[in-house]
Antibody, heavy 118, light 107 residues
Framework: QVQLVQSGAEVKKPGASVRVSCKASGFTFTSYGISWVRQAPGQGLEWMGWISGYNDNADYAQRFQARVTMTTDTSTSTVYMELRSLRSDDTAVYYC???????????WGQGTLVTVSS | DIQMTQSPSSVSASVGDRVTITCRASQGIAGWLAWYQQKPGKAPKLLIFSASTLQSGVPSRFSGSGSGTDFTLTISSLQPEDFATYYCQQANSFPLTFGGGTKVEIK
């Protein structure tokens, strides 16, 4: 069955970087894209960007363009999301989700809480 | 960017009630719209895609309609497990954007 398993919770200081991983299984990794979506405490869903499992092409939301990098490792079917220059308002649960082919998302990771605090 | 505006932001309803949530896009997106349900501490769950196609396994009391800029999610007879927050999402173009959410609460 399709699974997306994310890395564990992180606590970071302002200005630091965080890398969250998302390990995929149960499907052909190179046939799908993966998006990252975050959710601040008590807030709504915010799309951060998308990366192709086929050729590493990525598309980022403008507001994260300068601070985020998404990469893939096809040998382990893992997607990584690195966010730099962390601020307190980056505190959120970060989700990876598999693009079903038309930007619908059936399968989601369990979420990774990133806390930014001094 | 395409802005998605959901209303209401919250609704109080009783089991058995009919509930309707609307979502408006700032520009036409044809039928490129999905609806998700999210419960506390859980990832979103896809309910409807292509504006009106029910995802496999989702109860038929959920339905979606609309095209262009105006969309609706209807729960025909609210069940206890339906109390949650609902989000619309446009899939017309990057950046993907979500509505602000509608919390369905117990009356």
């Amino acid at each position: 069955q399709v699974q997306l398993v994310q890395s564990g919770a992180e606590v970071k200081k302002p200005g630091a970087s965080v890398r969250v991983s998302c390990k995929a299984s149960g499907f052909t990794f190179t046939s799908y894209g993966i998006s990252w979506v975050r959710q601040a405490p008590g807030q709504g869903l915010e799309w951060m960007g998308w990366i192709s499992g086929y050729n590493d092409n990525a598309d980022y939301a403008q507001r994260f363009q300068a601070r985020v990098t998404m990469t893939t490792d096809t040998s382990t079917s893992t997607v990584y999301m690195e966010l730099r220059s962390l601020r307190s308002d980056d505190t959120a649960v970060y989700y990876c989700a598999r693009d079903d082919g038309s930007s619908w998302y059936t399968y989601w990771g369990q979420g990774t809480l990133v806390t930014v605090s001094s | 960017d395409i802005q998605m505006t959901q209303s209401p932001s919250s609704v109080s309803a009783s089991v058995g009630d009919r509930v309707t949530i609307t979502c408006r896009a700032s520009q036409g997106i044809a039928g490129w719209l999905a609806w998700y349900q999210q419960k506390p501490g859980k990832a979103p769950k896809l309910l409807i895609f292509s504006a009106s196609t029910l995802q496999s396994g989702v109860p038929s009391r959920f339905s979606g309609s609309g095209s262009g800029t105006d969309f609706t999610l209807t729960i025909s007879s609210l069940q206890p497990e339906d109390f949650a927050t609902y989000y619309c999402q446009q899939a017309n173009s990057f950046p993907l954007t979500f509505g602000g959410g509608t919390k369905v609460e117990i009356k």
